[in-house]
């Protein structure tokens, strides 16, 4: 399974903006896939996944009530609508899944990360 991101860019605070993850070489339609960020000088973080039916879904404290994850299983893709944005969500965003889910969650495939910059 390849994972490709995009749909990031430079945005001002207060913006929104959707990321997309398209998986190829396989069908995710049954993974658990979601979203990790890691800011300059930092370590990558969590920000959320969602289950293959789309009914469950998790987020980081710092991007609950701003962030949404969906995910439309006939196209292998899953988005992440980013609302509010902060400076603070500034970072390289990757793209993950896995085939079961566990806490912490550790994901078996990584897309190549896509940037995301907020201004003040």
């Known amino acids: 399974v390849q994972l490709q991101a995009s749909g990031g860019g430079l945005v001002q605070a207060g913006d929104s903006l959707r990321i997309s993850c398209a998986a190829t070489?396989?069908?995710?339609?049954?993974?658990?896939m979601g979203w990790f960020r890691q800011a300059p000088g930092l370590e990558r973080e969590f920000v959320t996944l969602?289950?293959?039916?789309?009914?469950?879904?998790y987020y980081s404290d710092s991007v609950k009530g701003r962030f949404t994850v969906s995910r439309d299983n006939a196209k292998n893709t899953v988005y992440l609508q980013m609302n509010s944005l902060k400076p603070e969500d500034t970072a390289v965003y990757y793209c993950?899944?896995?085939?079961?889910?566990?806490?912490?969650?550790?994901?078996?495939?990584w897309g190549q990360g896509t940037q995301v910059t907020v201004s003040s």
């Open positions: 969602i289950r293959w039916s789309g009914s469950l879904t």
């Open positions: 993950a899944a896995s085939r079961v889910i566990s806490t912490p969650w550790k994901p078996n495939y």
């Open positions: 070489g396989g069908n995710v339609g049954n993974y658990v």
